[in-house]
């Protein structure tokens, strides 16, 4: 199947209108790019957070595939047991031909990923499961109140790290999920940003059609959680990736390299923009355009180039 | 059928798991369970079953993912103990709540802290509300015989609900006996083909475990008390049909020597076998004493114990486990059944062998003893003590 958009409009959506997400949250596109960008048949799971709470309030549900939810730390677990089972049917006749080669796909938010669901995460990704594990990362346990997780940016104002006059909101930098990941030595992992609808889809394809597992990393910007408007996460998506506090990046058969806006930042075709763009219009970091804190927008300056040159090394840049 | 071969518990559960040859087995090792573990990712090196032995990075992962492979429709069990399955204590009620007739083994063994590693009930008593049946075995033949008869009661549609199969840590997991098992053909015959779907499958889009709120969440949690309700009536059938086919007789509750007893003594798994053998000496003595032995702790065999126990004066009980500022479990919930029956017999609990202290023949003497001055002064009836322990 080739990513047209003149295709991908005659497909089926697999996650219906109606569900209670957020208007102008990005997730709902996330999960379609992802879904949509092969045609394998598809079982997902999905952890407890806004993504599975708002799209199967029971007797309804917006999802048309198979779908199951556990709990918040397991869904890695859960769909190895899925896979487990669809080896183990097929063995013995009781999964039909064109199933076979099902992908099995896990949806997570970053508090389900980076915090509590790691150990499943990497337990999985260890036994090598055939299994896309994709998350989106809003960068906070935005289900439960809009509190800080270790995706959550220095600086940012959330419910656990609340600025005051002691406080300029969380002190830590974001943890490196991408290089945690890729150290398990899977064969595909990647991250990506639903604004570059071509460069998701491209790397969620790969993921999905590349057997073991992979994985993805997806920026989403978060509405309530961020303090913006609901227009703006496409706009803020870009800007994330142009001032490098989002690297598009991507880790194939143990190599990286950079894609989209920032392989051209890379290599000297578009400008690298400062991150203070990127924080500007957001209410999280609203208090860090004071006197008294204005010094964290240099720290987040130089945690976002340590970690950009990371990567643009690890890329052979 | 027909020839002994020597087993330990663990081993005879891990050998009923290969016979009834699972689709997927999802454990992670703690002792005394590990052997369970051990021997049958043995059958499974040798090709002996067909099971995905999924080897998880712990107890939470292994119970969840034995929800995710019986929810895509394979027959489905994982084993643990103690703190393993306190681990698991979260997607143990999940996997009830989605009514999937997973088999677990569960080797009783005491909870941290602190921590112990012998047998004791605290670990199963802390499940006992999450929705699983729980058989409770005195000896390796009857972990045998409960794990194929389980699959079957917790398979049956009107049940569909899943179920652990309990023995005491080192006790008798350790302990070889002679077990006389099925063949892999009387196995198969007896517990024939799935009769659940799998409902996450790529067949079609479904939706299991959405977020169900005050309009739904109490219809379905009734639900499952509906089931439970059901699962004696599939008991009685199915351990029928086991003695007919293969003349091995369970029953809810094993009496022992109670035809003509006035005073019996109760308790869960191994320490039945030391209170027969006590017994038997009492009766020596002639004194008109029984046992009673509960195989089911969920569902609580209400019914049978107030048909049963009122035959009695005097009844102890002892629990493995205790529940501090309450009674202990067996004895409140057998209080509870007895409520309001006229001539209720006298009771008197005892809490013993917490963290695997040997519940020796001499101190069940004493509780024979006590038995008998409860029946004929009503010393000590509705109080609960310690037995064996030091002050
Ligand atoms: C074991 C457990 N701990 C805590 C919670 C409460 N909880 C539910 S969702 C959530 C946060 C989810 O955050 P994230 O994974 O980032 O997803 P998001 O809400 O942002 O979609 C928390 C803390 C839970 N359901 N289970």
Known sequence: MALTLKDLINKQIPLNGGHRMCG????PVIVKQVLMS?????????????????????PYTAWNHPWIHNAFENVAATVSGIEAAHNALSRIGEVPEHNKDAKFIAFAGDGGTYDIGLQSLSGALERGHNMLYVCYDNEGYMNTGIQRSSATPIGANTTTTPIGSESYGKTQSRKDLLSIVAAHHIPYAASTSPHNWMDAMKKSK?????????????FAPCIPGWKIPSDVWKKLSETAVKTCFWPLIEFEDGKWSLTGESKLIAEGKMPKIPVEEFLKSQGRFKHLFTDKNKHVIEIIQKDVD???NYYKGLAGY | MGKYIALTGAESAAFAMKQINPDVVAAYPITPQTPVAMKFSEYVANGEVNTEYVTVESEHSAMSATVGAAAAGARAMTATASNG?????????IASSMRLPILMAVVNRALSGPINIHGDHSDAMGARDSGWIQIFNENNQEVYDSFIMALRIAEHPDVLTPAMVCQDGFITSHSVENVMPLTNEQVQKFIGKKKFKGLITADKPFTMGPLDLQDYYFEHKKQQHEAMKKVFAVVEEVQNEYAKEFGRKYSVIEEYRTED??????GLNSVMGNVKTVVDSAREKGIK????????????????????LPKFKAVVVLDRSDSFGAMPPLYSETLAALYGIENAPMIKGYIHGLGGRDTNLAMIETVVDNLQKLKDTGEGNLTFEYLGVRE
């Open chain 1, 24 to 27: 102008g949250c990005p997730v």
């Open chain 1, 38 to 58: 092969t045609d394998h048949p598809k079982i997902i799971g999905n952890a407890t957070g806004c993504l599975e709470v708002a799209t199967t309030i029971y």
């Open chain 1, 206 to 218: 790969k993921a999905i059609e590349t057997q073991g597992p992979t994985f993805l990393l997806y």
């Open chain 1, 306 to 308: 340590k970690s950009w």
């Open chain 2, 85 to 93: 399955l306190a681990l698991m204590w979260e997607i143990v009620y």
């Open chain 2, 261 to 266: 007893a006035d005073t019996i003594i109760m």
């Open chain 2, 289 to 308: 004493i029984g046992a009673v032995k509960p195989r089911f702790f969920r569902p609580f065999p209400v019914d049978y114990l107030r048909d049963l």
